[in-house]
């Protein structure tokens, strides 16, 4: 009534009848080749706009963050699929090398804006405070157009009058720093907004800061300075820079 089935031949010494080859799936299909050229896309574009933002002037440094927090996450995103979504390595390497050749590639051939340009320019200081410093004028003055040469960055002069050691002022328009400092343990410094207020009876300053008149009140902050140096000094600062080349 019921037939029975015929026997099974036995196995082989090494049963190696029993086993079949699955098939192996392509390394690199068409919606991996797509996927490799937008992540080779997406590198370049991220290592132009990393080039750029680094480029920019300290006002905008932290577009610089966000580019690198942008590597950041692609790093995390592989590192992700990888553990949990059982990617074979083979795939992970093709894709960090797509992201990270067009990234490199970028990074080299990426927009930038004007680099800092260094200028000469003139200075005058009036002192009131030491009342003994005599004033300096017409001194040479150095002059650094920031990065886009849009604005004066930084004033650095050539040694004022009346000091013992040489001393030498320098203004930072983008950090809101001032300091006179001197070749051995004298720094006088002022920071802040009211630091740069132009006095009332100044003439407006020049497009970019390229000239100007400030009120210094610079205090000394050096716990190493000796009790000859000054503890404050006081003085009328005028400059007048010519503007960057061109490029």
Request: charged letters at 15%; hydrophobic letters at 45%.
């Given at each position: ?227 000859e140096d000054p503890v404050e000094v006081q ?13």
């Amino acid at each position: 009534m019921f037939r029975r089935q015929p026997p099974s031949p036995p196995p082989g010494p090494l049963g190696l009848e029993t086993l079949e080859d699955e098939p192996t799936p392509p390394l690199l299909s068409r919606r991996h080749a797509l996927l490799a050229a937008a992540l080779f896309l997406g590198g370049i574009a991220w290592g132009s706009v990393l080039r750029f933002a680094v480029s920019l002037p300290v006002d905008a440094g932290f577009l610089a963050l966000v580019g690198v927090g942008v590597g950041f996450a692609f790093v995390l995103a592989l590192a992700i699929a990888l553990i949990f979504r059982a990617y074979e390595v083979g795939r992970v390497v093709l894709a960090s090398f797509f992201a990270i050749t067009g990234a490199a590639i970028g990074l080299s051939l990426g927009p930038t804006v004007a680099s800092p340009v260094v200028v000469a320019g003139v200075f005058s200081f009036v002192p009131s405070l030491p009342e003994e410093l005599p004033s300096t004028e017409g001194g040479d003055l150095e002059c650094e157009w920031a990065s886009g040469r849009w604005k004066i960055a930084e004033l650095r002069t050539a040694s004022l009058d009346g000091f013992d050691p040489p001393a030498h002022l320098t203004i930072d328009f983008l950090r809101r720093t001032m300091s006179l400092t001197d070749d051995e343990a004298s720094t006088l410094v002022a920071i802040g907004n009211d630091a740069f207020a132009a006095p009332p009876d100044a003439p407006p300053r020049g497009e970019g800061d390229r000239s100007g008149v400030l009120d210094l009140t610079l205090l000394q902050v050096n716990p190493a300075s000796t009790p000859e140096d000054p503890v404050e000094v006081q003085a009328r600062f005028s400059w007048d820079c010519p503007g960057p080349p061109p490029g």
